[in-house]
C-alpha cells in the first residue's frame, strides 16, 4: 500500500510508515511542501495510488462529490500528541490495511474505532 500524509500531521507518521513497510511520502516531500494545494495532491495520489491521510474536511467533501482522491484515510481524533497518533496507527495498522485491500475506498480512524464509509 502506498500512502500521502496531508500537511496537518506530522512527519514522523510518514517515516513510521515507511519504516513498517508502507512506501509513504509526506506533502513536505512534493515540491511545494505543505502548500501544495488540495488539487495537487488529489492528482499525485491518483497518479501514483497513494491513499491519502488526512484530517481536513475539504477531502472528504471532494471524496464525496468527485471521488477525489481515489481512497482516503480520514483522521478525525481531535488534538492529539504524537506520540498519541503513532500509538494509535501502531494499533490499528493491520485492520487498515486489511479494510484498504478488501476495496473500501474511504476509511476513518478516530480514537475509538476503524469507521468503513461505504
Known amino acids: 500500500m502506498r500512502f500521502l500524509v496531508d500537511a ?17 511520502v509526506h506533502t513536505l516531500e512534493l515540491p511545494l511542501g505543505n502548500r501544495t494545494s488540495d488539487t495537487l495532491i488529489n492528482d499525485v495520489s491518483i497518479n501514483e495510488q497513494r491513499i491519502v491521510i488526512t484530517k481536513d474536511s475539504d477531502f472528504v467533501d471532494s471524496f464525496l462529490l468527485h471521488k477525489k482522491p481515489s481512497r482516503l484515510l ?45
Open 74 to 118: 480520514l483522521i478525525s481524533t481531535g488534538n492529539i500528541r504524537n506520540a498519541e497518533l503513532e500509538a494509535l496507527f501502531q494499533a490499528n495498522i493491520e485492520k487498515l490495511k486489511e479494510a484498504f485491500e478488501a476495496g473500501f475506498e474511504f476509511v476513518e480512524l478516530n480514537q475509538t474505532a476503524i469507521v468503513i464509509h461505504s
Open 8 to 24: 496537518q500531521l506530522p512527519r514522523r507518521l510518514a517515516a513510521w510508515l515507511n519504516e513498517t513497510g508502507f512506501d509513504t
